[in-house]
Every structure is written in structure tokens, then in C-alpha cells.
């Protein structure tokens, strides 16, 4: 069974430029969780979907990240425009949804903003 | 949210050793993780236990949940357990938080 997908790996822009990542949860996975980790830190929920609606996006800094979930199954999370304290590793994650939430990550895209 | 503490936050072993990892949480959650975060920063899961015990190879892990707390244990450790483990708990339906992580150093 194929993991959750990123993509890119890495990723380098300047302040005030944007970007976008990509998310593939595994196949059946309902939720879909975006996590920020800043170096020396455990990861920060931004924002988790359940198909396509918005379970919690509380700690979602709106003036700047947004994410989608169309049709359910892929995810784009997108900052614009970046700051430097941006720079963080974002991951993303899936899981069942029921009493059981076991959640399986992605291997992460790590952005540097300069 | 739910405070989650993990200690000691840095353990350095000589290979062969064994340790014991410790979460405490500050509230009652139906679901609580496991990872390894790997050197090139993959989190991959170690255990799903809200309650109980459970044991996989040379690692084992134990949740009390009356107690608000639980244990990972590391025997006879190899360098490739090096790397910072987490615990991640979560009430039903709700977010996740995760600790800050125990990193681990193991020595040959």
C-alpha cells in the first residue's frame, strides 16, 4: 500500500514570494492533516480536513496560509506571502476516519524562505 | 489545548544499552501515538496505544491513561534508533498536539 505523498522535497524562496505544496493521503484516508515543524519543536496542526470540509483550521494563520482539499483526496497548502519565520518543515498526514485515528505522515517538504 | 511533556529531552547511549521514554499529558485522550523521527526528518510510526500495553521487537511501550501518562521502552538499542521520538495524543475527533520530542543518540 502506497504512503501519503509530497511534493517538492525542498523548496527555497525569498520573503514575500509564494509557494504551494502537495499532498497525496493514502488511498480510503478521509482525514487529511497539515503540520508545521519549526527546527528543535514537535509539529503544529495548521489545519485538518475530513473529505473536503474543515474540521479545524484554528491555529491556521489565515492572513497568509490557505489550504484546499477538492474531491476529498489531494491537498494544496499555500503561503503568500512568505516570512521568514515561515521557514519550517511542512507534513502532511492522513488517517481513518472512527474512534481509532491512527495518522500515517508523509516524508515532509522543507522550506527555506531567505 | 492539551500540554504535552516529554522527558529527558536528550539522552545520549552506549549501543547495547536500554532506556525508558516518558510522555505525560495534562488531559484525558482517547488516542495517543508513537513516532521516530528519522535523521532525514520521515515520521514513522512506532505504536498506537491509548491504554495498555504493546511490544514490537526490541521496543515496547505502555500507556496509563488514569494517570496521564506513558512509557517507551528502548532495549539492547542499536545506532539506528538515533534520532528524536515523539508522543502525539489527541481527544476523539479533535487535533492532535505533539511534545517537543526526546532525542536520542545512540553510540557504537
Known amino acids: 500500500e502506497a504512503g501519503v505523498a509530497q511534493s517538492p522535497r525542498y523548496k527555497i524562496i525569498e520573503k514575500r514570494q509564494s509557494v504551494a505544496f502537495w499532498c497525496n493521503p493514502i488511498s480510503g484516508h478521509a482525514t487529511l492533516y497539515w503540520y508545521q515543524q519549526i527546527l528543535g519543536q514537535g509539529p503544529k496542526l495548521l489545519i485538518q480536513f475530513q473529505n473536503n470540509g474543515v474540521v479545524d483550521d484554528s491555529q491556521l494563520p489565515k492572513d497568509r496560509f490557505s489550504a484546499e482539499r477538492l474531491k476529498g483526496v489531494d491537498s494544496t497548502l499555500k503561503i503568500q506571502p512568505a516570512k521568514l519565520e515561515d521557514s519550517a518543515v511542512y507534513l502532511c498526514?492522513?488517517?481513518?476516519?472512527?474512534?481509532?485515528?491512527?495518522?500515517?505522515f508523509g516524508p515532509g517538504t522543507r522550506l527555506t524562505v531567505l | 489545548g492539551i500540554q504535552v511533556e516529554q522527558s529527558p529531552p536528550d539522552l545520549i547511549l552506549q549501543e547495547g544499552a536500554n532506556s525508558t521514554l516518558r510522555c505525560n499529558f495534562s488531559d484525558s485522550v482517547n488516542n495517543l501515538q508513537w513516532f521516530h523521527q528519522n535523521p532525514w526528518g520521515q515520521l514513522i510510526n512506532l505504536f498506537y496505544i491509548p491504554s495498555g500495553t504493546k511490544q514490537n521487537g526490541r521496543l515496547s511501550a505502555t500507556t496509563v491513561a488514569t494517570e496521564r501518562y506513558s512509557l517507551l521502552y528502548i532495549s539492547s538499542s542499536q545506532t539506528t534508533d538515533s534520532g528524536v521520538y515523539f508522543c502525539a495524543v489527541a481527544e476523539t475527533g479533535n487535533q492532535f498536539y505533539f511534545g517537543t520530542g526526546t532525542s536520542l543518540t545512540v553510540i557504537p
Open positions: 498526514a492522513s488517517s481513518l476516519v472512527g474512534s481509532v485515528i491512527e495518522q500515517f
